[in-house]
């Protein structure tokens, strides 16, 4: 307060003194144009010659400013460029909208200008792609390519995109493999690499490049322990035996893929039948029983049981011996008594047979079934009831179909 005080003061005497130091005869200037004269102390004329130029000098700044960058000029750059952006938008809108065509010529007309080209070109791009404009589409990525040096990686990895839409795979490889080999780590050359191997069925290719997708994270767990486990199945199920080798030497073979497989999958039932149908192929029926016994133990599955059913073994009654220990714990399980049956069949356990096979045709009777019981009857000389048993057979077979 005290200062403000201090100011004012200050302010009025120098007011006063200016006042009074332009009044006193200190010279005098004289304008005189046709009959008009004008008269002025020095003083004045001097604060008006300041004044004046002040005027100017700030007029022609202001000018200046309102033409250069920070103006005028500034201005219709923003609106010029505001304009091209709601282009750009206006594409993308469309490029959601799946308006495949209006998006390449909006996206790609307005790429000159816009604030983003990169992203015009690109989705532009993209919308030709979809539209089946794959010349269009390449065209625009090579304007991009060349515009911008460093997207070439993507640009490269959305060319292959395309070619995988139109089931070009080699020409899609072409491009994707020297990929990988400079950069191992990308994630959608390694999502792109592992749909075209799964499309071409090429299990040998997407097995080595299992580690990279889980390394580097390429797909979700859940999606990568499915394809990891499809692989396995799908190698097993192309597996064909070498020719030229011995027993000994394929079943070493079928051996060695096994080892491969990661052991938290070996318990899987779809793989383990697969294997079992590749272990069916070298005749190592004893080692596929103990194999299946061992997985129903560890894991119930019914799946397996009936498949221990349908080999034929040198000690049969040692698995007649487990599965009527699993009966204990599984009476009225139609498969498991069958397999049951089937074993005793081995054995020539006639009687046994007849049971087990009775037994299950009570819980869940089948064509099967009944042909089976047939077969059984008739070892027992019962012609009556083996007839019997094949004609019940028939009807439901004729019933269900």
């Keep these: 307060m005290r200062r403000l005080l201090i100011l004012l003061v200050g302010s009025l005497l120098a007011g006063a003194f200016s006042l ?62 505001q304009r091209y952006v709601n282009k750009t938008m206006q594409g993308l809108v469309l490029f959601a909208d799946e308006d495949w065509q209006k998006a390449t010529d909006i996206l790609a007309d307005s790429a000159l200008k816009s604030t983003m080209p990169d992203v015009n070109l690109l989705f532009a791009a993209k919308a030709a792609a979809e539209n089946h404009q794959l010349q269009k589409a390449e065209e625009l990525l090579i304007r991009l390519k060349t515009d911008y040096p460093n997207a070439n990686l993507l640009v490269d990895k959305t060319f292959a995109q395309m070619l995988v839409r139109e089931r070009k795979y080699d020409q899609a490889l072409d491009i994707l493999q020297p990929l990988n080999i400079k950069k191992p780590s990308d994630s959608g050359v390694l999502r792109l690499l592992v749909e075209i191997y799964s499309v071409t069925e090429n299990w040998s290719k997407l097995k080595n490049l299992l580690a990279d997708v889980r390394r580097f994270k390429a797909i979700n767990k ?64 004893d080692k596929l029983a103990d194999l299946l016994c061992k997985s129903i133990a560890n894991q119930w599955n019914i799946e397996l049981v009936r498949r221990l059913g349908e080999i034929t073994t040198k000690i049969p009654e040692k698995y007649l011996m487990t599965v009527e220990k699993w009966i204990l714990h599984h009476p009225q399980d139609a498969i ?37 019981l047939a077969d059984v009857l008739t070892q027992m000389g019962d012609f009556m009831g083996s007839q019997t048993m094949c004609r019940e057979g028939l009807l439901l077979a004729n019933n269900k179909s």
Excluded: H
Aim: glycine share 6%.
């Design 222 to 285: 859940i999606d990568l322990d499915a394809l990891e486990l499809e692989v396995y199945i799908k190698f097993f199920q192309k597996f064909q035996l070498t020719a030229g080798f011995t027993d000994q030497e394929q079943r070493d073979q079928i051996g060695d893929l096994w080892e491969l497989i990661p052991r938290k999958l070996r318990v899987n039932t779809d793989l383990l039948c697969a294997y079992f149908d590749v272990l069916q192929q070298v005749n190592e029926q």
């Design 20 to 81: 009074w130091f332009l009044q006193q005869e200190s010279g005098y200037i004289l304008f005189s144009f046709n009959q008009t004269t004008v008269e002025m102390t020095i003083w004045v004329g001097l604060f008006l010659y300041f004044l004046s130029t002040s005027v100017i000098i700030w007029l022609f700044l202001t000018g200046k400013w309102l033409l250069a960058a920070g103006g005028f000029k500034q201005w219709w750059v923003r609106r010029d460029s």
């Design 336 to 372: 498991l008594l069958t397999t049951a049956g089937n074993i005793c069949c081995q054995l020539q356990f006639w009687g046994k047979a007849q049971s087990y096979f009775s037994s299950a045709m009570a819980l869940q009777a089948t064509p099967g079934l009944y042909l089976k």
